[in-house]
């Protein structure tokens, strides 16, 4: 296995190695196979349409510490923005701790309490848990893993994109990757760009309430780019969906902080990690009301529509510049190769 | 009779010229060659045989006649015998080519029906490839379908003794396309030749015009006058990149340029490319034109309209550069025209005949005396390239930049026209076109599929996703040696040491290359040397920022202090000269490259001699311009070292830059030390090359890449090798540049090895 091996790599352990291995995979309408921000459980003996859904996530980043959080802002936002883009209102979470000896207890201690910030931001409870020490050997820093459950009457697919369908941001793209470069590596970007780390269920609650004149959910996808970038949530957006996306380059949102560090570095800010945005499927005519509902939570004030999705160029995600030249964003696939010749 | 003897007018020439001397008999085109059968006087006989090389058409190429001498049998006359079925008569299509002087006389003469037709076309010229729908070759398959034949033409297009005998195109200005001239929105002007007359005055004036031609658009601009030459530059947002001009003829070009034997050649054939020719001293153009080089690409007049404007301003030289945005592809429609070059032309000069096929113009450099393919495409595709050997039915789909594509089966290799860089949407699609197209054209169903080793270019996928299974990766540069090697018809037993020196390629281990000794058969390569790997900070941004490069260079070597005041440019000032010291001590997003571009790229930004890159190849381009202004030589210091496992030769590019650091300033000139940089990398790469020759045991060395276009570096190869006895191959058909890469895929991929020494 490789180290923090993403993108093709990933998704080809994934596919090979545990979907096949794993006989029973299902538990509701999505199951493990549909590889979404997390899967629904059906409650049998309910007289009910909701379904519980059931996230998972592990969480190690180096250092614990970055501006202006820590990791346990990190995986509380990640599990509650995974049950989030499933439409799920968030019911109660986990926290496992895996820690070496000899890591500092007033700063476990600050983790802790920052995990208990976070969840109450959206007013959940953390009702259960486990901690394990190892040797200082096995292991160089913290590991939390969170686990998320929620309900929904109408869960929200990751491959639920149309063709006329708009595509929101919640907002400024690529701040916590570059602001965690910043701080690890000691780039002096002469700039107070912080972690992006949020928790996103207060945001987006209102906007999984519209309906269309129709009755149809307003929203029809949704996901939390994080590893990988939104180049990495488009494209599994578009692939499953059988779709194509247009992304019109002059209206994704950047700090210009983060644009400045992308063109110093030679890197795709499309493909930086963000820890607290989602973008956002749309019927196309409700963009505006979706934004302006977004606009008003202070996570959401630089929220935009950035592109809309198309039937043809399925599978693809095609990035539009203001003299109307196209490219094709890819799927990251580890460290850029260049390929100007 | 063999060659290139079908599709060009052959028979009816033979005809003509078995009437001309009084013989009888007959022409038959039998596939692989022509028959002919004559009767006649001894004498007329020998006549006919002495004229048959001598005023054969144009396009046609006589590989060998074998004369035989048979029974008489008592033909009353002389008859082209039409082919039986199953002979691919017409199932070659002949390239594109100038209006031919009959014609030219033609369009000139008041008394002649075709006067001032811009169409005027026989079977000895004109668009061919650029109109062909599908096959056979007969007009109802190509765009002239739309123009059914007047009887006038119908007469000249039936006789045998006509010129225009089944010359596809034939048209006069009664049946065939008309042209005329619209404002930027569109609305007509003036038609026929009063478009032509208004077209002319107003580039007279300085108006920036479209003007459709065979293969697509051109937009044209008067190049004596720099507001014109600088406002289209602003309108294409293309500050720097040389334009192309077109000029009446060899006496108006000589008034601006140093042509040469060899680029007269090239200029008056009747394949008419843009041919890259040094300025002379009175050089009378705008600066603008080609600025910071010592060269400008030029091209005579081949179309009838092209004809009739300079016919109208003799003495005018007018920018003719292809109507695209870089490395997208250029506007073949009139609607499109209207639409993509809004705010960029004042006018179009538009004709209704459909344009089929895309075919940008062909461009050709001398180098080391020789002509050097830039770009091949009008004028010369789709003719084949002859394979020394036999190959399964096969395709190679390129690279990324300057995109080709190749299908071969048999001993024909069919390469594509020039496509693009498929990194971008628009040019991918035309790509995925031009590759259906091929195949309609040439019949060959690909059994395997050739493509590059770099897992994100798109044509990667596109050979995956047709191959499956059968898709090989060719490593860059192999292909590259490949091409090469099939382009000088080496046997399919030949080993040859490759030296393919570019700007970048994935190579075999993960790395990027560009400066590599490949020890090559077509059966598999092996990296016997390479330059030394220097850093890229930030990936491709340190192509377009060379001093990124000269920071990864010479950052091992001299302090940050002296880095500093090194004349280095950064769009972000100190802080990206801060970040980019950062990125190489941590090493984020650094790849190792071991290019030959990147080098020259970086010696340019060094030498204040090119900043940022705003088009292809321009730092290196403009780095072999000053170094033409040398007046010193200086040797810069030639180390070697060993690398990897086996140790393989290195030229170390770090010594040779920081050779040129330390003599800077000094009393020698940039211009000598551009010169010192080219020759000290030519040194050491020929160096290299004749060790590993020797003790390899390879009598063949052969130069592919771009940087093979850098005449200094090409001819001191040569030479260098020459003292020591061995002759270099260089390319001969196709192109020096990743333009030749689906050809050398598609040899991998026709031969059907499945290898890791390919890879
Ligand atoms: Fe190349
Ligand atoms: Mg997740
Ligand atoms: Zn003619
Ligand atoms: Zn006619």
Known sequence: ?341 | MTGTVQGVGFRPFIYRLAKAHGLSGYVKNLGNHVEVLIEGERADIQNFLIDLPEKKPPLARIKEIKVKTITFSGFQEFIIVHSEPGIFENSIIPPDTAICEECRLEIFDPSSRYYHYPFTVCTNCGPRYTTVRTLPYDRENTTMADFPLCEQCEVEYTDPLNRRYHAQPVCCSKCGPEIWLSDSKGKLIAKNYGAIVKASELLEQGSILSVKGFGGFHIACNARKDGSVKELRRRLARPEQPFAVMAKNMEVVESFAEPGDAGRKCLMSVRRPITVLPKSKNFSLAESVSPGLHNIGVMLPYTGTQNLLFDLAPDSVYVMTSANLPGRPMVVENEEALEKLRGIVDFHLLHNRVIANRNDDTVIRVVNGQRAFIRRSRGFVPEPVELPFEVEAAAGVGAEMNSTITLVKGKLAYISQYIGNTSHVETFRYHNEVFEHLVRLTGIEPLNWGCDLHPSFNTTGFAMNRGGEKTLQVQHHYAHILALMADNSLPVDSRILGIALDGVGYGGDGTVWGGEFLGSSYFGYERLGHLLPQPMPGGDLAVKNPSRMVLGMLSGRLGEAELEELPLYFPRGKQEFSTVMQQLQKNINISMTSSTGRILDAAAALLDICKMRTYEGEPAMKLESAAKKSTQWVDLPLVFRKRGDPAVPVLDTTELLLGVYELSGGKYSSADLAFAVEEGLTKGISEIAISLARKNDFDRIGLSGGVAYNDHISSGIARYLKEAGFELLMHRHVQCGDGCISFGQSLVAGLGIDSERTR
């Open chain 1, 1 to 341: 296995l490789e180290h923090g091996a993403g993108g093709e790599v990933m998704q080809a352990l994934i596919g090979e190695i545990i979907l096949k291995n794993f006989r029973n995979r299902s538990a509701g309408s999505i199951g493990l196979d549909s590889l979404d921000d997390g899967s629904t459980v059906r409650l049998e003996n309910f007289n009910s349409a909701s379904e519980l859904v059931l996230t998972t996530d592990s969480h190690v980043i180096t250092p614990a510490f970055f501006p202006d959080t820590n990791i346990g802002r990190l995986a509380v936002s990640g599990t509650i923005n995974d049950l989030t883009v499933m439409g799920a209102k968030p019911l109660a979470l986990t926290c496992a701790v895996i820690v070496p000896e000899g890591f500092p207890i007033h700063e476990f201690e600050e983790i802790i309490k920052t995990m208990d910030e976070t969840a109450a931001e959206v007013g959940v409870p953390i009702i259960t848990g486990d901690t394990k020490t190892v040797e200082k050997t096995a292991l160089d820093s913290i590991i939390l893993n969170t686990a998320g459950l929620g309900i929904t009457d109408s869960p929200v697919r990751d491959s639920g994109l149309k063709p006329g369908d708009r595509l929101l941001v919640t907002g400024t793209i690529g701040d916590h990757g570059i602001s965690l470069m910043a701080h690890r590596e000691g780039f002096d970007f002469e700039t107070d760009l912080v972690s992006d780390s949020a928790p996103l269920w207060k945001l987006i609650e209102p906007v999984l309430k519209l309906r269309t004149p129709e009755g149809e959910p307003v929203v029809t996808a949704m996901k939390d780019p994080t590893r990988g970038g939104i180049a990495n949530a488009l494209n599994e957006m578009a692939a499953k969906a059988g779709a194509g996306i247009l992304l019109e380059e002059d209206l994704i949102p950047y700090k210009p902080a983060v644009t400045a560090a992308c063109e110093m570095l030679g890197l795709d800010p499309l493909e930086v990690a963000n820890e607290g945005k989602a973008v956002i499927g749309v019927k196309a005519g409700f963009e505006e009301e979706v934004i302006s509902i977004l606009r008003q939570h202070p996570y959401g004030k630089d929220a935009a529509l950035i592109g809309e999705v198309t039937a043809e160029n399925k599978g693809e995600v095609i990035l539009r510049n203001r003299f109307g030249g196209m490219r094709y964003v890819d799927m990251p696939a580890g460290d850029p190769i260049p390929r100007v010749c």
